[in-house]
């Protein structure tokens, strides 16, 4: 189970973002791509077959899960996350800070 999953808010710790907030568009293996983070300019071809112009085009790129915390509502800032077993056996992410559970 990963400690950052698609559609978490989370505030970017390192690089030219830190400091920013956004929603994690996709987990990619230890890199997540985060929405409107990490924007940069792709110079592309044109491709006919699929429909696509060419040009300078804009896009996020992924980012290093170790740069980004998830967020935490309650407490305005980012915090670590850990796991807690349940009775029944199911794993359920929890702030460190204060033991809450993430998916409520």
């Known amino acids: 189970m990963n400690r950052i999953?698609?559609?978490d808010q989370v505030i970017v710790t390192a690089g030219k973002d830190k400091g920013k907030k956004g929603d994690v568009v996709?987990?990619?293996?230890?890199?997540?791509?985060?929405?409107n983070i990490n924007v940069v300019k792709r110079h592309t071809?044109?491709?006919?077959?699929a429909n696509q112009p060419g040009g300078v085009i804009e896009r996020?790129?992924?980012i290093h899960i170790s740069n980004v915390m998830l967020f935490n509502p309650a407490t305005g800032k980012g915090e670590r996350i850990g796991f807690k077993v349940l009775e029944d056996g199911r794993k359920l992410r929890v702030f460190r800070s204060s033991g809450e559970a993430v998916d409520a």
Do not use: H, Y
């Open 5 to 7: 999953k698609k559609g």
């Open 26 to 35: 996709r987990v990619l293996g230890d890199k997540v791509v985060v929405a």
């Open 45 to 49: 071809k044109p491709n006919p077959q």
């Open 60 to 62: 996020e790129a992924p």
